[in-house]
């Protein structure tokens, strides 16, 4: 609930219509209690996903891939179990939302998505762990969770599955990038034109290029997951502007640095609970991996305070100080010519929210539809 909250406060102080809000919940099943047996896992998951469609997320990944306590350990789940368990937990997203539409009619019904052939959330370690969803594998997915819903009297719910995860060949780690390559997918893509209702869902699309997002949109990949990509534009932007605000302070006597870079790193060097598992190498490695890895651990310290107060006064700074055009150009060129053309505010908070915007407008391109005869 506090995060719909959190993402409703921002809708309403832009007056984006709430209704225009899509809340999802991604993997959503018993991961968490994966170490206890599958009747106790299964039962706190089913309460998870009524949490969750209760306070008002409609669109529910229902991931019910990872063995429980009592399951074999020495062989892989069979995807009749995966998708029963998958069913099991529709039900309870069901009755939730009965729940939830006596209290308001106009309630929109949850939709699913199934699947989870992804790696570890939040990028991976080895490109070379990397294989596309084998089609065969796709559509028995897709045909045991026919089964198992209409076993369970879920027909209707089935009829709102919209998407199934698959594994394109895309990822990222700490420094690469795995793109896109459509001759790769393409006995995966072929086959989903069995299911002229269902989308494929890529988790970890950032840091593809913006014709590589257009290519997987036209190959079928109508939900494509970016996270770490935007919060790795913010950082470049803060890290930016902390430079140019070193460099101004030199001059500028009265105001007392930010330090935005050091800060960062001495509160994750003070609680590395959020990177340690994803760093390796010596100190001198791990600390540049801190500070720019395409895996972005760092974005987990923007809220604390001491990170919070020490952007805020980077803010204030360059406010007093303003920004000159040489330093802009030095250090955020793409920025400057906007500025310059009128199209972007000289300030501190608009130029971090337009290096962001940047990384996102990719997006925009891949899903736009092309205008007739441009070829754009």
Known sequence: GKFRDFVFSIADGIAFPRERVILGGDHLGPLTWKGMESAKAMANAAELVREYVKAGFSKIHLDTSMRLGDDRMDRQLDVELVAARGAFLCRAAE?????????????????????????????????????????????????AYRKEFRKSDLEEAYMRVIAVVVQPGVEFGDEFVAAYDREKARDLTAALKQYPDLVFEAHSTDYQTAEHLRQMVEDGFGVLKVGPALTFALREALFALNLMEEE?????????????????????????????????????????????????????????????????????????????????????????????????????????????????????????????????
């Not at 209290?103 to 490109?127: I, L, M």
Request: with cysteine; hydrophobic share 30%.
């Open 95 to 143: 009755e939730a939302y009965r729940e939830l539409k006596e209290e308001d009619h106009k309630k929109a019904s949850p939709v699913y998505v199934v699947g989870s052939e992804v790696p570890v959330p939040g990028g991976s370690k080895n490109v070379e762990e990397l294989t596309v969803t084998d089609p065969t594998d796709f559509v028995e997915t897709v045909e």
């Open 248 to 376: 101004l302070l030199k001059i500028k006597s009265g105001l007392v640095p930010s330090q935005f870079i050091k800060t960062l790193e001495s509160e994750m060097i003070r609680e590395p609970k959020h990177w340690q598992g994803y760093y390796r190498g010596s100190e001198p490695e791990q600390s540049l991996s801190r500070k720019y890895s395409l895996l972005d651990r760092c974005r987990y310290y923007l809220p604390n305070p001491g990170v919070k107060a020490s952007m805020e006064r980077l803010f204030n700074n360059l406010t007093l100080t303003g920004i000159p055009l040489s330093l802009l150009s030095q250090y955020m060129p793409v920025q400057y010519k906007k500025v310059r053309e009128g199209r972007l505010d000289l300030n501190p908070r608009a130029l971090a929210k337009d290096r962001v915007k940047g990384a996102i407008e990719d997006y925009g391109y891949a899903t736009r539809p092309r205008s007739p005869g441009s070829g754009a």
